[in-house]
């Protein structure tokens, strides 16, 4: 993607925000002006225990030129009254494998690109400059930081310790000294500073969230040298934390980094080959490799306790800038990150890094970003891994890794469930109706758990649609594994429930007047969340079925969008179609209509589900077309929102339902990529 110098003014040039990542949790984003405009922006966000405690290292760097005694800037940056020029000289952005500045002044041209080392907290700026008929001084300033990245360091009286030579610096910011800054160049000078801070530097997409927006962090010095006339050269700038990077790893990092995403592209197997590619087939395969390159944004290693092999582990950020990772979305997230792209090592690495989280029969439901602490919140992160096993299979066949690692953890948490499951005050237990209940009043443990304060926006406790779905999945996946391993006890154990439980969610659930099915037992809401009775592996309401056909009519008039599905039908009296505004007025509309891409992936296995089974020829025919009518759709919708929306060459975690579908919350979802991805994959 490409942007020229008239996209790249201070009103286009704040809404667009690019994202890249080290593997370990770690990142660097800001916009494509180069300003800063969220707290989470920065060059050098570093995970202190991988990927979570992550803190802001660098904040950015603010370059300068100076052209017969002229200064000119390259950086952009916002203060409520002042806004700097540096985006004034900026004659272009780029992004595929990483961000590319090209500026252009007096004759001189600088190409700044910046990526990150992989597995290490560590940045890397390179900046090739040609310069004109003048000489030039250069100037770097690096404005650093040390705070958790949801905070702010206002009224912060940094001590700032450093350990220079000429071309590098070695910080200790407030005494932490397990964890110090290097910072290095290939050539110049640096001159340390002191007490030297840059001042109120303004977050106007924190001001927009309700939260505090500006903070004043220090400038640690500068790097300066001259470049003469005629001549071009390139500086590489590189910040880490913990380990210093030898200046020639930095210098080859753009080359290793290239052919690393490369070799994931190339041996995902999606990218049409072929000398005679038409304009629609390039334009396709450009559209699915920046979705390859965004997707490994989320992979990242997952240290364990010291006593086991950190690199056993892997995990999915389920969203930047502000998750870590969620069993929930990983979960769903694994088939298009993971299995559709043939990583399938990664993808068992990823299984196995969950299933050790399990405590009482849950699989975690997400890792504090602040101390690691696993949280179990969740009634369905469990009951997921069960079709996350059963799409492993569909790609893999491994039934000996299943059986070795999965299958005796899909047992213990059956039995778990079984039994009742307390663990923070999840409430979960098999009612007498074969039915599972979870939650309470005051713990909201389903993907809809929007809460201000103790008040809870979308009550769902009781008896869940999607989690009876995913309960009725899990006994069958467990039946049949357990067929397929000979283990009698539990074939004997199960055999007889599937056929009562599939007939008594038929009862509960289906709403003969409306044709759908119920929300909640005792709640007729229309949500999306019926459609996990059809998309499932194992679904629970026949896909051949009237009732079938009914839910999915529904949805289509009731829920299905152009970015993907709503979260409660329009007409609802708490039907909202924004997500905007402070954060209660965010969190009150989070699940109440604004549309999620996800929930895409529901659809699509839904119709897939039904033309697989349906035996009549026309109705097949019809169904299969429906299908590819909703692929070419959601192509054609994600091809130019990749491109055109907030998160350059990525998806948002959701949309406003109404013109101009305004996209929010997160810029880059997990699992907004992973379903898109999955389904646009099939677009001819």
Same mark, same amino acid.
């Given at each position: 993607?490409?942007?020229?110098?008239?996209?790249?003014?201070?009103?286009?040039?704040?809404?667009?925000?690019?994202?890249?990542?080290?593997?370990?949790?770690?990142?660097?984003?800001?916009?494509?002006?180069?300003?800063?405009?969220?707290?989470?922006?920065?060059?050098?966000?570093?995970?202190?225990?991988?990927?979570t405690e992550r803190y802001l290292i660098l904040s950015k760097l603010d370059e300068n030129i100076n052209i017969k005694?002229?200064?000119?800037?390259?950086?952009? !940056?916002?203060?409520?009254?002042?806004?700097?020029?540096?985006?004034?000289?900026?004659?272009?952005?780029?992004?595929?494998?990483?961000?590319?500045?090209?500026?252009?002044?007096?004759?001189?041209?600088?190409?700044?690109?910046?990526?990150?080392?992989?597995?290490? $907290?560590?940045?890397?700026?390179?900046?090739q400059i040609t310069t004109g008929a003048n000489p030039i001084k250069f100037n770097i300033s690096p404005i650093i930081?040390?705070?958790?990245?949801?905070?702010?360091?206002?009224?912060?009286?940094?001590?700032?310790?450093?350990?220079?030579?000429?071309?590098?610096?070695?910080?200790?910011?407030?005494? *932490?000294?397990? *964890?110090?800054?290097?910072?290095?160049?290939?050539?110049?000078?640096?001159?340390?500073?002191?007490?030297?801070?840059?001042?109120?530097?303004?977050?106007?997409?924190?001001?927009?969230?309700?939260?505090?927006?500006?903070?004043?962090?220090?400038?640690?010095?500068?790097?300066?040298?001259?470049?003469?006339?005629?001549?071009?050269?390139?500086?590489?700038?590189?910040?880490?934390?913990?380990?210093?990077?030898?200046? @020639?790893?930095?210098?080859? @990092? #753009?080359?290793?980094?290239?052919?690393?995403?490369?070799?994931?592209?190339?041996?995902s197997n999606l990218i049409l080959e072929g000398k005679k590619l038409n304009r629609f087939q390039r334009e396709k395969?450009?559209?699915?490799?920046?979705?390859?390159?965004?997707?490994?944004?989320?992979?990242?290693?997952?240290?364990?306790?010291?006593?086991?092999?950190?690199?056993?582990?892997?995990?999915?950020?389920?969203?930047?800038?502000?998750?870590?990772?969620?069993?929930?979305?990983?979960?769903?997230?694994?088939?298009?990150?993971?299995?559709?792209?043939?990583?399938?090592?990664?993808?068992?690495?990823?299984?196995?890094?969950?299933?050790?989280?399990?405590?009482?029969?849950?699989?975690? !439901?997400?890792?504090?970003?602040?101390?690691?602490?696993?949280?179990? $919140?969740?009634?369905?992160?469990?009951?997921?891994?069960?079709?996350?096993?059963?799409?492993?299979? $569909?790609?893999?066949?491994?039934?000996?890794?299943?059986?070795?690692?999965?299958?005796?953890?899909?047992?213990?948490?059956?039995? @778990? =469930?079984?039994?009742?499951?307390?663990?923070?005050?999840?409430?979960?237990?098999?009612?007498?109706?074969?039915?599972?209940?979870?939650?309470?009043?005051?713990?909201?443990?389903?993907?809809?758990?929007?809460?201000? $304060?103790?008040?809870?926006?979308?009550?769902?406790?009781?008896?869940?649609?999607?989690?009876?779905?995913?309960?009725?999945?899990?006994?069958?996946?467990?039946?049949?594994?357990?067929?397929?391993? /000979?283990?009698?006890?539990?074939?004997?154990?199960? /055999?007889?429930?599937?056929?009562?439980?599939?007939?008594?969610?038929?009862?509960? #659930?289906?709403?003969?007047?409306?044709?759908?099915?119920?929300?909640?037992?005792?709640?007729?809401?229309?949500?999306?969340?019926?459609?996990?009775?059809?998309?499932?592996?194992?679904?629970?309401?026949?896909?051949?079925?009237?009732?079938? !056909?009914?839910?999915?009519?529904?949805?289509?008039?009731?829920?299905?969008?152009?970015?993907?599905? /709503?979260?409660?039908?329009?007409?609802?009296?708490? #039907?909202?179609?924004? =997500?905007?505004?402070?954060?209660?007025?965010?969190?009150?509309?989070? *699940?109440?209509?604004?549309?999620?891409?996800?929930?895409?992936?529901?659809?699509?296995?839904?119709?897939?589900?039904?033309?697989?089974?349906?035996?009549?020829?026309?109705?097949?025919?019809?169904?299969?077309?429906?299908?590819?009518?909703?692929?070419?759709?959601?192509?054609?919708?994600?091809?130019?929102?990749?491109?055109?929306?907030?998160?350059?060459?990525?998806?948002?975690?959701?949309?406003?339902?109404?013109?101009?579908?305004?996209?929010?919350?997160?810029?880059?979802?997990?699992?907004?990529?992973?379903?898109?991805?999955?389904?646009?994959?099939?677009?001819?």
């Amino acid at each position: 993607m490409k942007l020229g110098k008239l996209k790249l003014d201070i009103k286009e040039g704040i809404k667009k925000e690019w994202i890249i990542s080290n593997g370990i949790g770690g990142f660097a984003s800001s916009t494509v002006i180069g300003a800063n405009i969220r707290k989470y922006h920065g060059l050098l966000v570093a995970a202190l225990n991988p990927p979570t405690e992550r803190y802001l290292i660098l904040s950015k760097l603010d370059e300068n030129i100076n052209i017969k005694g002229k200064n000119y800037p390259l950086f952009t !940056n916002f203060c409520k009254t002042y806004i700097s020029g540096g985006y004034k000289n900026l004659t272009s952005f780029e992004k595929e494998y990483y961000p590319i500045y090209t500026f252009d002044i007096d004759g001189c041209t600088i190409v700044k690109s910046i990526s990150m080392i992989y597995q290490k $907290n560590a940045t890397v700026v390179s900046y090739q400059i040609t310069t004109g008929a003048n000489p030039i001084k250069f100037n770097i300033s690096p404005i650093i930081n040390y705070r958790n990245m949801h905070n702010l360091s206002n009224n912060w009286n940094f001590e700032i310790k450093q350990k220079t030579s000429q071309t590098s610096t070695k910080i200790v910011v407030d005494g *932490h000294r397990n *964890h110090p800054i290097y910072l290095k160049i290939s050539e110049g000078q640096y001159t340390p500073f002191e007490n030297d801070l840059f001042k109120n530097m303004y977050y106007i997409r924190e001001e927009e969230r309700g939260y505090a927006a500006e903070e004043s962090m220090p400038c640690s010095g500068m790097f300066e040298l001259n470049i003469e006339a005629n001549t071009t050269k390139t500086i590489v700038f590189v910040a880490s934390v913990d380990e210093e990077i030898d200046i @020639n790893e930095a210098s080859e @990092n #753009f080359d290793k980094e290239k052919e690393r995403l490369d070799e994931i592209i190339s041996n995902s197997n999606l990218i049409l080959e072929g000398k005679k590619l038409n304009r629609f087939q390039r334009e396709k395969n450009q559209v699915i490799k920046d979705l390859i390159i965004t997707s490994d944004t989320f992979i990242t290693q997952r240290n364990k306790k010291a006593s086991c092999d950190s690199t056993q582990y892997k995990s999915i950020i389920a969203g930047y800038p502000w998750f870590a990772d969620w069993g929930r979305d990983t979960l769903i997230s694994l088939e298009g990150l993971c299995l559709v792209q043939n990583r399938i090592e990664d993808s068992k690495k990823i299984l196995l890094n969950w299933i050790s989280t399990i405590e009482s029969g849950l699989v975690a !439901n997400y890792f504090d970003d602040v101390d690691n602490t696993p949280h179990y $919140n969740s009634v369905d992160a469990s009951l997921l891994l069960f079709e996350a096993t059963n799409r492993y299979l $569909n790609y893999t066949k491994d039934y000996d890794f299943v059986k070795k690692e999965i299958y005796p953890k899909l047992v213990d948490i059956y039995n @778990n =469930y079984k039994k009742g499951i307390s663990l923070e005050r999840n409430n979960i237990f098999v009612d007498k109706d074969g039915l599972l209940y979870s939650g309470t009043p005051e713990t909201q443990n389903t993907w809809m758990d929007a809460k201000v $304060n103790d008040f809870v926006v979308t009550p769902r406790n009781g008896k869940a649609v999607e989690i009876n779905s995913l309960w009725y999945n899990a006994i069958k996946t467990l039946l049949e594994l357990a067929k397929y391993y /000979k283990d009698a006890k539990i074939v004997s154990k199960l /055999k007889l429930i599937p056929t009562k439980l599939k007939k008594q969610f038929v009862k509960s #659930f289906y709403n003969e007047k409306g044709k759908y099915l119920n929300d909640l037992v005792g709640n007729s809401k229309i949500r999306p969340n019926q459609l996990f009775a059809l998309s499932l592996t194992y679904p629970v309401i026949d896909p051949a079925s009237d009732i079938a !056909n009914e839910i999915i009519d529904t949805v289509d008039k009731k829920l299905l969008m152009s970015h993907g599905l /709503k979260t409660l039908a329009r007409g609802d009296e708490d #039907f909202t179609a924004e =997500y905007e505004g402070g954060l209660l007025q965010r969190d009150m509309a989070y *699940h109440q209509g604004p549309t999620w891409p996800w929930l895409s992936g529901l659809y699509y296995d839904a119709l897939n589900n039904m033309a697989k089974v349906e035996k009549s020829k026309s109705k097949k025919k019809k169904l299969e077309e429906k299908l590819k009518r909703f692929v070419d759709d959601t192509y054609l919708t994600y091809k130019k929102e990749i491109y055109d929306s907030e998160g350059v060459c990525t998806i948002s975690e959701l949309y406003n339902s109404k013109l101009p579908y305004k996209a929010g919350g997160t810029i880059s979802q997990a699992w907004s990529v992973a379903e898109v991805l999955r389904i646009i994959k099939e677009h001819n």
